[in-house]
């Protein structure tokens, strides 16, 4: 009964037009952090350590609920959970569905969600849902147990994926042994529409994360956009510009892989950051627009970047950059802990052990935020003002970020190409007193230690710091 009564809300909410949603557009002023529901915090506060981290180790949504607050003092306005429906035996991370019309009870009731998803929009915060369409959890062949898909023809004949340069075996063959849904029949089109319809709505989720988006052909995630009904950003596990680039045209967006490969290089692995240059020309290439797509420097699927490249200082370059660049920011929760996790799961540590304090990096994070959201540079151009093997600077309206890569050498350059004026003051962010004068038309950056520079006028620094006071 129960079953029948969620289908039949599905089904009438998906003759809903959706009048408020989230668009690509609204969700440029966002910047989101990336949190695994499980991970976040229990519902009664025990912060004892999780004993095995491929298993539930206890976060809820109650939990996740009771720290927005600490999510918000960082200047975050959006957090992105994991998937909802029940999963497969200790499937935590919500990729291995077996019931769509059940909320996962490891997380909680479905009042729960519902409470999570209304006290984040009481505090301004969006939430963004992750979804999946490609997969079912690992029944292999026995579908008796997956709701609504258990019958053999809503899938695809058993194969795996082995060569990921074909993409018929990319879209019909199996990720993991994962038994991979079949779009092209009916039933299952149109179940999986109504349901991403369905659930958007009743929950008034403001944007989805698409996972495995090439695993499945793009006509259908057209229509599943159209369905959904707010932004989305598809995950393309790939760093080739043009493999990327094309499935903007079937979502509003991509998780912007290329770039975070970028990071991983320039600022872990030291090579010229040239090849910033270089990466803005292929994005522009390949891309229809660079300015909605997810920037991150960390995620669940990958070794954290401190296990790769253990010097929190470039680090730190790297976040920032996801911060100030072309795109809607992305931060994995921990990044501020220094968390520094290896292969998955090793890289889903519990948050609750850090016990929320502060850092560096979340106060780093808090001021950046605060200029962003009181100048809107985001809806400003990006404009390199100066570039060479170890020092990157560009500015958006009349900020101007600067890092280095080399942070065992101090680095100075003067800047003749900037947005400032002759004689003007300006200061730099996350060091208020630290400010110079536009001098012979030059803006002179010294970065010591590695340090990011944030650069805004002196008055707008003023407004920064007002800014930051009402939402701390």
Known sequence: MAFK???????????????NAADAETWRSRSIYQVLTDRIARTNGDTSPCGDLGKYCGGTFKGLQSQLDYIKSMGFDAIWISPIPKNQGNDYHGYGAVDWYQV??????????????????????FVMLDVVANHVGPVDLDFSSVVPFNDPSHYHVKCQINNWND??????????????????????????????????????FDGIRVDTVPEVKGPFWAEWAKAAGVYQVGEVFNGDYGYVGQYQNYLDATLNYPLYFQLRSIFGSRQSMYNFRTHYSNMDKFFKNQDILGNFADNHDNPRFLHDYPDGRTYKSALAFVLGSRGIPITYYGSEQYYSGGNDPACREPLWTSEYKSTDISTMLTRIHSVRASTKYYLEPQIERWVDDTFYAFSRGNVVFAFTNNPDQTQTRNVNYHPYSEGQVVCNINYPGDCVTIHNGILQITLLNGEVKVFVPQSTMTEVEEFLAMTI
């Open 5 to 19: 009564l969620f289908a039949a809300i599905l089904l009438v909410s998906s003759a809903f037009i959706f009048s």
């Open 104 to 125: 996962n009870s490891n997380f909680g009731t479905p009042g729960d969600l519902q409470d999570l998803v209304n006290t984040a929009h009481s505090k301004g915060m």
């Open 167 to 204: 993409p018929n075996e990319v879209e019909y063959c199996r990720l993991a042994n994962l038994p991979d849904l079949d779009q092209d029949n009916q039933f299952v089109r149109q179940t999986l529409l109504n349901w991403v319809r369905g659930v958007v709505s009743n929950y008034s």
